[in-house]
């Protein structure tokens, strides 16, 4: 397992108070919004707020990929590590 993959599962179970979810329980791959974990726009924000916190990173609303980082756990996980890697 991934431990950037496992700590993002943490941190969603945790700033979205998913009682009863375990970071075995959410799929790396597994869309976060809908069809797969099922979050709204508000968990978004609430998320990317928990992001900015815990890595330093920033997210746009107005950016484009935007979306396509909230895609699932991975992508979270790819956006934060290139983020951390850009300011490194």
């Given at each position: 397992?991934?431990?950037?993959?496992?700590?993002?599962?943490?941190?969603?179970?945790?700033?979205l108070?998913?009682?009863?979810?375990?970071?075995?329980?959410?799929?790396?791959?597994?869309?976060?919004?809908?069809?797969?974990?099922?979050?709204?726009?508000?968990?978004?924000?609430?998320?990317?707020?928990?992001?900015?916190?815990?890595?330093?990173?920033?997210?746009?609303?107005?950016?484009?990929?935007?979306?396509?980082?909230?895609?699932?756990?991975?992508?979270?996980?790819?956006?934060?590590?290139?983020?951390?890697?850009?300011?490194?």
């Amino acid at each position: 397992m991934n431990p950037l993959h496992d700590d993002i599962k943490k941190l969603i179970i945790e700033t979205l108070n998913l009682e009863g979810l375990t970071p075995a329980d959410i799929e790396t791959d597994a869309p976060l919004f809908n069809d797969g974990l099922g979050l709204d726009s508000i968990d978004a924000l609430e998320l990317g707020l928990a992001l900015k916190n815990r890595y330093g990173i920033v997210l746009s609303a107005e950016n484009q990929d935007t979306r396509k980082h909230f895609a699932s756990v991975s992508a979270l996980a790819d956006f934060v590590a290139s983020q951390q890697q850009s300011a490194a």
